[in-house]
């Protein structure tokens, strides 16, 4: 018993490290390839892979009309939000990524959200609908297997994901997804500055 609760706590300690390291790992140095002055306001929080990250892109995620993945979204830069519905900050940006969805969603861009853990398709539905997100897409990936390959630790997580299947950019906790600073570090991403 002891040594199941000493296995436990260093678990809990390993995970409470990453996931301050990751909260507090300074944006100057991953930020180089963005002006400066891109990373403000609602992106403040954001972090760039320097060097781009692979994702797996074959986990299968479960919706009501069937599996998808993200080999789904190859060739689009995506927005890849990793979300439960019992996380509150995620009730707050839901609609502002359901707002960025609707004024850049098309061929090259896509808003995916990802419902993470235990989220029953009935609660994820009525989540999305309630709380401004109806137009988004209602992936559900109910054993965090995409989750556990992307080191999310917490919700939300955002990821922006190139056309390739890589994470450029990552930002831990709740934001508005509309803000102008969004869409100007999304362009800058797109256009490769």
Known sequence: MRERLQKRLRSALVYTALGI??????????????SPGLITGEMRKLTLSDPA??????????????????????????????????????????PT??????????DDFAVVTLATGPNPPVA???FLESNGGA???????????????????????TLIVNPEGAEVARLI?????NAPEAHAVLDALAAGR
């Not at 390291?21 to 963005?34: D, K």
């Not at 990524?97 to 098309?106: I, N, P, Q, S």
């Open 124 to 126: 994820v539905a009525h």
């Open 53 to 94: 990250k692979p994702l797996a892109t074959d986990l299968v995620w479960e919706s009501d009309s069937g599996p998808g993945s993200l080999a789904d979204y190859a060739g689009k830069w995506v927005v890849l939000n990793f979300w439960a519905v019992w996380c509150g900050p995620c009730k707050e940006e839901m």
């Open 97 to 106: 990524l359901a707002a960025l969805e609707t004024a850049r969603g098309g």
């Open 135 to 157: 137009n988004l897409p209602r992936w559900r990936d109910p054993k965090s297997a995409q989750g556990r390959q992307a080191a999310v630790l917490a919700m939300p997580v």
């Open 173 to 177: 906790g709740g934001a508005d997804w």
């Open 21 to 34: 390291s990751a909260i507090s790992a300074p944006v100057a140095a991953w930020a180089e390839p963005l």
